[in-house]
Nanobody, 126 residues
Framework: QVQLVESGGGLVQAGGSLRLSCAAS????????MGWFRQAPGKEREFVMA????????YYADSVKGRFTLSRDNAKNTLYLQMNSLKPEDTAVYYC???????????????????WGQGTQVTVSS
């Protein structure tokens, strides 16, 4: 099983940037499609972005199109989420996870992913 630890969250002003990292240990990180989800207070966890095991396909939610980019370094067992032009509505706890079931392409829900990390808080002030 893969263990995941997110980092890089923080407080930023609207229009600013943050880079989240997700460090993996355990079974072969490079074999899995990896994803980021986020959960704002009082809302359900929602899909943000995902990347296939070799990075040849990247999927994203419309809400982050053109602002967030996703990459992975399989040699370092690390997933990166670069978030630019942040908006107050991006405020949430961000989680990385491993795709474990379901379709090979979106739509996905949190049930299609597992090995959740503890999350990292992103707060965007207006």
């Amino acid at each position: 099983q893969v263990q995941l630890v997110e980092s890089g969250g923080g407080l930023v002003q609207a229009g600013g940037s943050l880079r989240l990292s997700c460090a993996a240990s355990g079974r072969a990180f490079s074999s899995y499609t990896m994803g980021w989800f986020r959960q704002a207070p009082g809302k359900e966890r929602e899909f943000v972005m995902a990347i296939t095991w070799n990075g040849d396909r990247i999927y994203y939610a419309d809400s982050v199109k053109g602002r967030f980019t996703l990459s992975r370094d399989n040699a370092k067992n690390t997933l990166y989420l670069q978030m630019n032009s942040l908006k107050p509505e991006d405020t949430a706890v961000y989680y990385c996870a491993v795709r474990i079931r379901g379709r090979n392409e979106p739509p996905w829900t949190g049930r299609d992913f597992g090995s959740w990390g503890q999350g990292t808080q992103v707060t965007v002030s207006s």
